[in-house]
Antibody, heavy 118, light 111 residues
Framework: QVQLVESGGGVVQPGRSLRLSCAAS????????MHWVRQAPGKGLEWVAV????????YYADSVKGRFTISRDTSRNTLYLQMNSLRAEDTAVYYC???????????WGQGTLVTVSS | QSALTQPASVSGSPGQSITISCTGT?????????VSWYQQHPGKAPKLLIY???NRPSGVSNRFSGSKSGNTASLTISGLQAEDEADYYC???????????FGGGTKLTVL
């Protein structure tokens, strides 16, 4: 069964940095693009970033462009999200999600909560 | 404001059918067949219900079906059950700089 397990969330002050990880297992990690999707408390889903299956392309939502960096380590089957210059509006549960190779998010992790507050 | 427009809430009685709409533009829903639907229960991660407009992943009940006409996609749930009470989100690939967009979500209440 496909498993995605996020970690690294917590409380951080505005302007500081945080790195999220997503450990993937039970599927061929280097055959799938991977996404980060977030959900602010009580709000809807917001796509954040994607990294191509081979790491060759990375795209970001306008709201995080220039501040967040998505990456993947195939040797560790792990997806990362480096978040810099954090703002209060970045407070959300962050989910990693596998791309089903047709633009759909076919498996999701349980999410990790990031709270940006002074 | 979300890129795709969904009704904030819908309701239905057990056994009935309901339809949730998802309206986009000619840059997303109207152009690509990469429309998907997700179910989210409180405190849980979203679950994929429909992809490529009308395809169901294995294990998803055939009570869930999807369609599209022009810039509007729809999710229909037939034979409503109590466990269908949840939030539902549509998503589409888009040619805009956002790449992927979601609807604002629809809360389904089973009366």
């Amino acid at each position: 069964q496909v498993q995605l397990v996020e970690s690294g969330g917590g409380v951080v002050q505005p302007g500081r940095s945080l790195r999220l990880s997503c450990a993937a297992s039970e599927f061929s990690f280097n055959s799938h693009s991977m996404h980060w999707v977030r959900q602010a408390p009580g709000k809807g889903l917001e796509w954040v970033a994607v990294v191509w299956y081979d790491g060759s392309k990375k795209y970001y939502a306008d709201s995080v462009k220039g501040r967040f960096t998505i990456s993947r380590d195939t040797s560790r089957n792990t997806l990362y999200l480096q978040m810099n210059s954090l703002r209060a509006e970045d407070t959300a549960v962050y989910y990693c999600a596998r791309d089903g190779n047709s633009g759909q998010f076919d498996y999701w992790g349980q999410g990790t909560l990031v709270t940006v507050s002074s | 404001q979300s890129a795709l427009t969904q009704p904030a809430s819908v309701s239905g009685s057990p056994g009935q059918s309901i339809t949730i709409s998802c309206t986009g533009t000619s840059s997303d829903v109207g152009y690509y067949n990469y429309v998907s639907w997700y179910q989210q229960h409180p405190g849980k991660a979203p679950k994929l219900l429909i992809y490529d407009v009308s395809n169901r992943p294995s294990g998803v009940s055939n009570r869930f079906s999807g369609s599209k006409s022009g810039n509007t996609a729809s999710l229909t749930i037939s034979g409503l059950q109590a466990e269908d009470e949840a939030d539902y989100y549509c998503s589409s690939y888009t040619s805009s700089s956002t790449f992927w967009v979601f609807g604002g979500g629809t809360k389904l209440t089973v009366l």
